[in-house]
């Protein structure tokens, strides 16, 4: 709701003026989890307009996106059983035909159809485009599923330059052109890495880490290396969370400053991490592991 108050809304604006300034022309990557693009309170325009307003004042936003929940909703549709090992995806042939569907289907198109109706201009691709995310196979249990060892910035960087944003979807190429299904996690990660992001923000359906998964209460503000492999060993940080702190701190020690965890369901929660003085979610905060 916007406050009625006129000195609030103009405080707010002045609020962000030191943001805009210090992330002017610096490229911010966001990762967009399925669960947000799929979560009933969410809503794509108001991510896109977040987006766009970032790059109208100067920002370069880098967009890389998921899509769990929309690949197992395909892979239902078509008979098709998910399995995860370790909160990565079994990937199969008729797996990867049914992951290509969703992302470069579904999903890309919708992030990049949002955002041009916010008139900003977005192109999508995967990391198979150019050679972008050159990946290795993790193992054969897992089938098709990569891991990324080299990231060829080339044409990303160029579409940022033009002032373009890219929407990339995580999708990595072997040497050979095999495709291989990528964590969206990890993926933003290294990406955010390679390009020499200012901020990585992942954008997921929960209030950020916590400390007990059942108690909203527990939000953690500023999680360090310590603290996060404690809480994988005792079992309190689960699932899709894993892939997410552990590519949050490989950013956060392959030079990305700021690293933050946010609930992307609340209404431009993008906006209130970016350019208010407010903290949400969890920073994340590398070091030697
Ligand atoms: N300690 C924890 N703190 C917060 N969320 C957790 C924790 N452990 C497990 N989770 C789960 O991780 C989920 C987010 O991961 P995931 O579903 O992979 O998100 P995304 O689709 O955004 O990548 C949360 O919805 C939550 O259920
Ligand atoms: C190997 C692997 O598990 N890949 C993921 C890719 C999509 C993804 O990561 O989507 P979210 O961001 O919504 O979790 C998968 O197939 O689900």
Not at 141 to 152: A, E, P, T
Not at 235 to 264: F, Q
Not at 269 to 286: F, H, N, Q, R
């Amino acid at each position: 709701m916007i406050t009625s108050d006129p000195h609030l809304r103009a405080r707010t604006l002045v609020e962000a003026l030191p943001y805009i300034r210090r992330f002017h022309d610096e490229i911010i990557v966001i990762k967009y989890g399925g669960n947000v693009l799929s979560d009933a309170g969410s809503s794509l325009t108001e991510l896109a307009e977040d987006v766009a307003l970032m790059r109208s004042v100067g920002m370069r936003p880098v967009i890389v996106h998921g899509g769990g929940p929309q690949i197992d909703d395909l892979a239902d549709r078509l008979g098709l059983v998910p399995s995860f090992v370790d909160g990565l995806r079994v990937t199969d042939a008729a797996m990867l035909e049914v992951v290509r569907m969703a992302l470069l289907g579904t999903v890309n198109p919708a992030i990049v159809t949002a955002l041009g109706c916010q008139g900003a201009a977005a192109v999508g691709l995967s990391g198979a485009d150019s050679s972008l995310a050159m990946a290795s196979r993790i193992s054969t249990d897992l089938g098709f599923v990569g891991s990324i060892n080299r990231v060829q910035t080339g044409v990303v960087a160029e579409l940022v330059q033009a002032g373009v944003i890219p929407v990339v979807a995580s999708l990595g190429v072997e040497t050979g052109g095999q495709l291989l299904n990528v964590n969206a996690d990890s993926f933003a990660s290294a990406l955010a890495v390679a390009l020499g992001a200012a901020k990585l923000i992942f954008l997921t359906n929960i209030s950020g880490l916590l400390a007990e998964i059942d108690d909203s209460d527990s939000l953690i503000a500023q999680a360090a290396v310590d603290q996060v492999q404690g809480l994988i060993d005792n079992g309190k940080i689960r699932g899709g969370m894993i892939p997410k702190v552990t590519a949050a701190l490989d950013a956060s020690m392959g030079g990305v400053e700021r690293v933050h965890l946010i609930d992307g369901t609340v209404p431009h929660s993008l906006l209130l991490e970016l350019l208010t003085d407010e903290g949400v979610g969890t920073m994340i905060v590398g070091g030697s592991r």
